[in-house]
């Protein structure tokens, strides 16, 4: 049996690998969405869609180095698990607040700050904990597996908004 297939069968890395995947296509719905609901449902002017963009990347600069020293203390399973929890519950809060009519500019730019900060702790969580799972001789493999479908979401993503969007 090949890496390529036994890789799948490490402890842990199918899961890891599954979560990754749809992970993937909801920060691709979040990444392009978000932008889109501001500009066409909400009218954002030029200053606060600068505003929405530095809110969506911010976290980077203002928490990498502090996350990455916490996460050094912690489980790096399960502050993955709780980031991607955090980013599902912020994306899941736009539909709900569009739907009652309570949706704003304000609303998505902490709802992008709040995407960010988990996106901060969720990288950093998810770059170190590839070599814990997996073996030496299979992390090339699933790293590779895992970029691959990353790569296939970045490809697929927008279509799959733009549908979305249409609904």
Known sequence: MSKQQSVVRQPGFLALWIGQSVSAVG?????????????????????????????????FLIFGLLAG????????RRVMLVADLVRMLAVALVPILW????????????IGAVLSVATVFFDV??????????????????????ETTGQISGIAGPGLVGALLQV
């Open 125 to 146: 969580s998810y770059q170190s904990y590839i070599p814990i799972l997996l073996p030496k001789e299979y992390i090339g493999v699933g790293n590779a597996r895992l």
């Open 69 to 76: 020293a916490l996460v050094d203390r912690w489980i790096k």
């Open 27 to 59: 920060s691709q719905i979040s990444g392009i969405a978000i932008p889109v609901i501001a500009v066409t449902f909400l009218g954002a002017t030029e200053w606060e869609m600068g505003l929405l963009t530095a809110a969506d990347t911010s976290a």
């Open 99 to 110: 739907f009652f009519g309570l949706l704003n500019i304000y609303q998505l730019m902490v």
